[in-house]
């Protein structure tokens, strides 16, 4: 199926695109609050620039949007149709860079864990999320 966009549509479209902020991550952001959790938002010192970082904890969280880091097994996580070659390289290097951004934070001491969008969309699997989240920060 050919894309329905001109490209100087889907640029534009693609521009406006919020890289922190998002409906997931301040979805989560407010349940980990709500169960007493404290952390800074995208430290610009560490690795990647952790969506959530709980210093007092030693552990940060990636909160990822399916499509852009490729969630394994996601309905969400397709490679669109049109200009395929441009898009499989930019996901290669988007989950290149996440490989490396964790494995950096490790090196450090960090303890890292990632929040995919899928999982925070309804409130059963944002309660869910919520749960595991917690239980990795307070390293239970």
Known sequence: MA???SPEQRSERMSRIKGQDTCPE???RSALHR???RYRLHVTGLPGRPDLVFPRHG???FIHGCFWHQHKNCKVAKVPQSNTAFWQEKFARNLR???SNM???RALGWRVAVAWECQITNKAALDR???RIERF???A
């Open 3 to 5: 894309d329905i966009m």
């Open 26 to 28: 301040l979805l989560l």
């Open 35 to 37: 169960k007493g959790l």
């Open 59 to 61: 552990a940060v969280v």
């Open 97 to 99: 860079r996440d490989h």
């Open 103 to 105: 494995r950096d934070l």
């Open 129 to 131: 999320t919520v749960e």
């Open 137 to 139: 920060v307070r390293g």
